[in-house]
Structure formats: structure tokens, C-alpha cells
């Protein structure tokens, strides 16, 4: 029985026994015995409910002990230590340095921490490399830092979308590492700071990728999904985090690295980054000089890097004075975020500028050595059956007195003549078979392979406009700047099946097209193209400036969905008609509230 039950049956026997010479009896077990009632429904209740985390999970998973003293020093205050030198919290996460970086502005500004700029970064470099991520760990959620605008498809349903992208990116949970107990304790931290997430971990989702529960059982919160989700793929301990462990040292990035940087807008950019090691263990001096393909402009910056966790490059650089105009990147300091290979004879990553960091170019390094290297050729793309094109390779190391039969670009591609050759770039004419195999050929010099470097087409079947789908925001008011975007068109050969949008189509690089808006009809009497912003010849989007409009039905922002279409100046579809391409675009209000970690890269 409750304990209201035994109050009330107690009652009652008092009752029977004095009968109406102690009237209050009465009342108390009329009280009591609706109490009962309301106890006993609320106690069926909770047996039918499943266990829900405590607020407080004790630990009881293996941390990472802690052996810098100035992490102790900095967090050892709150972060209790234990006599494994496991520092409470921080020894059971992981995670990029990025996330070390806001980690510490979050303390500073609720808790009270008081750290130095200097402190900060040894801070985050120490805790990068004793609790960061592996390269396979880190290289999935990579356009995090990169700042990339992606539609994420790496979300695996539509409950814990709901619960872990409704607000941010599916990649900033999937930057970290954590125990259970860690990861029911990120749930307590957003339900206490955000007022919308208790509401929104708990809101039923039409989600019919999940199981219905077995005999009536109740249906799991959809934060609960989502914690059993990052539970078994974001565990704490991992086979990648050991296994770098064991490798993790000094990058030693010194030296020559050749630059492959397609700029959207702009084209391809080829050159080199010297990279002098800099007093500290991966602190790093820049030296970059970049020559467009497409127009033969020359670009020179100058600037400085460190490498986190053995791996992960975050820099700048700049090339001179800040200019106004917002697409050139010579007006403009660029931050830098690349992650090289494990054997470091290679990098991938963008180095961006913007307020938005809507620009970017899109890098690859390799290191130079002894040995032939190819980087780049031009133009993009051969088609089947010409015969005396021009073909440049550029790269780095190609010997004297180069050879047509030192060269080989695969079964179709015959190089007929060496025009020039230097060092660094070698002028070829070829000719190229009707039956060329349709698809990226690699471009072989000596020993040294450019994979995938040559596609070969048949035709331009169809064009892409990217980013297919695209976010610009209003400004240019005294409190808002505003946010850019960038196109591009590329051609594309739908590849050996003929369908077009399947694996083995071709990019071809960019293709001559004129740009224009239209309307997407969403509301009627919209004319959201009137409003929302301006797009150059050169498909760089102006939005509007922000703010209500007098001119505008109801006095509106300037905000709106509008295509963008690009339409072939010389290439046409099978009705002879110019190939068209489109991209979705929001035109939306300014950020009023922005993450951002440009420290790790000072």
C-alpha cells in the first residue's frame, strides 16, 4: 500500500471506533482517500514509463588523464582531479580544436575563468592533442570548420534531426567524442540554457524509420534516439583515437607544397606555399603565390599557421591592405583550415574570408619532392575526336628534355608533340580519339600520377549551377553587413550509361554561360526577384539592404526565394535549344547570432 493508503485505512479504523463523537475523523479520511487516488495513478504511471537519465549521471567509464600543468592550473579549480589525474568533465570528451575553443569562451563568460589570450591557445593546442580527434574521426565533419554551406546528409533520421540539427549543424555533436555519462549531460546543459530544447527533445516526430515500441510499450523521447545514437557512433574510446595516439607527433611540414585552389567565380588557380617552421613545435611562417588559369593574374600572400593534433592546419594569410571589394581575395585576410595526410604528403581543405564566410578557395597541396609532380592541367577538359588541342600540365620537377613518351594520359589521349617544358610546366599538343573512353583520366609524368587529372567527353549533356542550394542574407545597413553569394556553372557529360545525375557523369569544369533570376512562386503577388538583391555578370549575388521596404506590399524586408539560372551561350540540348541550369536560393535577414572560432587559427 502507499503511504496515503495506510494513512486512510487508519483513519477509517479510528472512525469506527469513536464513532460520531469525533466528527474531523470524518474529514481527514474523506481528504486522505482522494489523495490515495491521484498517488496510486501517478505511481502506475511512472512503472510504465522507461528509466530516464538522472540529472547528475555518476561517471564510470575509463578518462583521459590530464598531464599539462597549465590545463591543471586553468581548469583544475572547478575540474576536480582525481588520483588518476582525470580531470572531472574534460577527461571524457573529445573533440576538434574549434570545440576546445568555444569550450573556454563558454567558461569565461558563465563561470568566470580568467585566461589569457596566450594562455588560451596553449590551452586548446594541449587539450587538441591529448583529448582531440583522429584524422578518420574529424574528416567527416571537416566543412564545420571549413565553414562550408552543405545540405547535410548524413543525418540518419528525421527524429534525431529534429533533436540535434533543428538549431545547428548535424556536424557540431558529430565533432565530439564523449561517455554516456557526458552525453546526457550535454542534454541537461541545453535544456537549462535554451528555453525551446526541453520542448523540443520531448515533441512527437513523424518519423516512420523508427520502430513501433512492442506491446504497448511507450515511445522512446526523440532525444532519447538521439542520445542511444551518438552513444554507439561518437563513443568516447574509439580504435582511430588509439591508433593515433600511438602516431601523433610533430607535423614537420617544412617546405615547398604545390597549390591546386579552384576559386568559384573565378576558376583555377595554381602555385606553391612555403611553409618555414616558426620557434615552437608546428608554428609556421607563409609564403603563397597563386597564378589563375583562367586569366593569368597573380596573386602573393603572406601569413602564419599552426597544425592541432598533428594533423589539422587552421592559418591566415593576406596580401597586403584590406581592399572593398568583397570577391577578391587579395582585398581580404583569409583564414585557412586544411587537414593533411597522415603520411603528410598532401592536404585538403578551403581558406575563406567574408563576414559570412561565403568565400573561399577549395585547396589541395601535395609535397613537392625529387620526383615529377603533377598538379593541375589545362583547360578543365578534352572532348573525343580533336585532334591538335593544346594541353598544359603544371606541377613541379619535370626533367629536362621531356619527352612525349614520358608522358601518358591514358587509353585515347596520344601526345603528339612537347611545345615547351620547364620545371614547372610543360606545353603539350595531343590528339584525342573519337572512341576515347569517356570519364577522368589520370595524367602520368615519369612515376608520378595525377589521378583522375584529364576528363575526356563526348558532349556537354547538361549544367549544373552550384551550390545547388544557396543562402544569402540582407544587409549593408549601419548594423548589418551583408552576406554574398558566389556561382558557378559546370558542364557535365552524363558518362558511359547516358543518364544524366548518376554516378559516372563528368564534370567538365565551368562552361560560358549568361546568368538572370527568376521568380519561384511560393506566395502570389510576390516578386521576390524585384527585391531581393542583384546578380553581376558574373554571378556574384548583392542582396538587398535590410530592413522593412515602404515599397513593398506591407512594408516587408527585402527577403524572398528566388532560381538562378544559368543558360549555354554555345552548348544545346537535343531540341537545339541552349542547356539551362538552376539553383534554389534564400534570400534571408541578417545572423543575428553567429558561432565562430577564428582564434585557433592566431
Known amino acids: 500500500m502507499t503511504l496515503a493508503e495506510n494513512a486512510a485505512r487508519d483513519a477509517a479504523t479510528d472512525v469506527s471506533q469513536t464513532g460520531a463523537k469525533r466528527p474531523h475523523r470524518r474529514h481527514l479520511l474523506q481528504f486522505l482517500a482522494l489523495t490515495a487516488l491521484p498517488a496510486s495513478i501517478v505511481l502506475a504511471q511512472s512503472a510504465k514509463e522507461p528509466p530516464r537519465d538522472p540529472s547528475n549521471p555518476m561517471e564510470t567509464e575509463a578518462g583521459i588523464a590530464i598531464k599539462d600543468p597549465l590545463v591543471v592550473e586553468k581548469c583544475g579549480a572547478c575540474h576536480t582531479a582525481d588520483a588518476k589525474g582525470n580531470l572531472s568533465r574534460i577527461s571524457w570528451v573529445r573533440t576538434t580544436p574549434e570545440g576546445w575553443a568555444q569550450v573556454i569562451r563558454r567558461m569565461a563568460s558563465l563561470n ?84 525551446q530544447a526541453d520542448a523540443q527533445f520531448r515533441k512527437p516526430v513523424e518519423d516512420p524509420t523508427q520502430p513501433v515500441p512492442a506491446n504497448g510499450a511507450p515511445k522512446p523521447l526523440p532525444v532519447e534516439v538521439a542520445l542511444d545514437y551518438m552513444n554507439k557512433n561518437a563513443p568516447l574510446m574509439t580504435p582511430e583515437w588509439t591508433k593515433w595516439q600511438a602516431r601523433q607527433s610533430s607535423a614537420k611540414l617544412g617546405g615547398k607544397w604545390l597549390v591546386n585552389a579552384f576559386l568559384p567565380g573565378k576558376g583555377l588557380y595554381v602555385g606553391d606555399m612555403m611553409l618555414t617552421p616558426a620557434g615552437a613545435d608546428d608554428d609556421y611562417t607563409t609564403t603563397i603565390t597563386l597564378k589563375s588559369l583562367a586569366d593569368g593574374s597573380t596573386l602573393t600572400r603572406s601569413g602564419k599557421g599552426l597544425v592541432y593534433t598533428g594533423y589539422s592546419w587552421r592559418g591566415t594569410s593576406s596580401s597586403g591592405p584590406a581592399g572593398a571589394r568583397p570577391d577578391a581575395p587579395q582585398d581580404h585576410e583569409t583564414r585557412e583550415a586544411m587537414q593533411f595526410s597522415p603520411d603528410r604528403r598532401s592536404a585538403e ?69 612537347v611545345v615547351s617544358a620547364s620545371p614547372t610546366e610543360a606545353v603539350l599538343t595531343v590528339d584525342v580519339a573519337p572512341d576515347a573512353t569517356v570519364g577522368a583520366h589520370d595524367v602520368g609524368v615519369g612515376g608520378s600520377i595525377l589521378a583522375a587529372g584529364l576528363p575526356v567527353y563526348k558532349k556537354v549533356d547538361y549544367i549544373k549551377v552550384t551550390p545547388e542550394t544557396a543562402i544569402a542574407r540582407l544587409g549593408g545597413s549601419e548594423k548589418h553587413t551583408p552576406g554574398y553569394q558566389q556561382f558557378d556553372a559546370l558542364g557535365y557529360d552524363a558518362g558511359l550509361d547516358g543518364k544524366p545525375y548518376t554516378a559516372d557523369d563528368v564534370s567538365l569544369g565551368p562552361i560560358d554561360v549568361t546568368w538572370s533570376m527568376e ?28 530592413g522593412p521596404n515602404p515599397e513593398r506590399k506591407w512594408g516587408r524586408n527585402n527577403y524572398g526565394e528566388v532560381w538562378v539560372v544559368a543558360t549555354a551561350k554555345t552548348e544545346k540540348d537535343a531540341l537545339g535549344r541552349p542547356l539551362k541550369g538552376k539553383a534554389f536560393m534564400i534570400v534571408t535577414v541578417p545572423a543575428y547570432k553567429r558561432w565562430d572560432q577564428p582564434e585557433v587559427a592566431k
Open 112 to 195: 568566470g575563468l580568467s585566461i589569457t589570450p596566450a594562455e588560451a591557445k596553449a590551452v586548446i593546442r594541449s587539450l587538441s592533442a591529448s583529448n582531440g580527434l583522429s584524422p578518420e574521426e574529424a574528416k567527416p565533419v571537416s566543412y564545420l570548420p571549413e565553414h562550408r554551406i552543405v545540405v547535410e546528409s548524413n543525418i540518419p533520421n528525421e527524429t534525431i534531426r529534429q533533436s540535434c540539427a533543428a538549431c545547428h549543424a548535424f556536424a557540431q555533436p558529430l565533432s565530439w567524442r564523449r561517455s554516456k555519462a557526458e552525453w546526457s549531460l550535454l542534454r541537461n546543459l541545453h535544456v537549462a540554457m535554451y528555453s
Open 349 to 417: 581543405g578551403r581558406w575563406f574570408w567574408g563576414d559570412y564566410t561565403e568565400f573561399g578557395f577549395n585547396v589541395k597541396l601535395t609535397r613537392a619532392a625529387a620526383e615529377p609532380t603533377v598538379v593541375a592541367t589545362w583547360p578543365y577538359a578534352l572532348k573525343a575526336g580533336t585532334k591538335g588541342a593544346s594541353l598544359k600540365l603544371i606541377g613541379d620537377a619535370f626533367p629536362a628534355g621531356l619527352k612525349a613518351s614520358d608522358i601518358d594520359l591514358g587509353k585515347g589521349v596520344t601526345v603528339t608533340k
Open 519 to 546: 521568380e519561384l512562386p511560393t506566395v502570389y503577388y510576390d516578386d521576390d526577384v524585384n527585391y531581393v538583391g542583384k546578380l553581376s555578370p558574373t554571378a556574384l549575388f548583392t542582396p538587398a539592404i535590410d
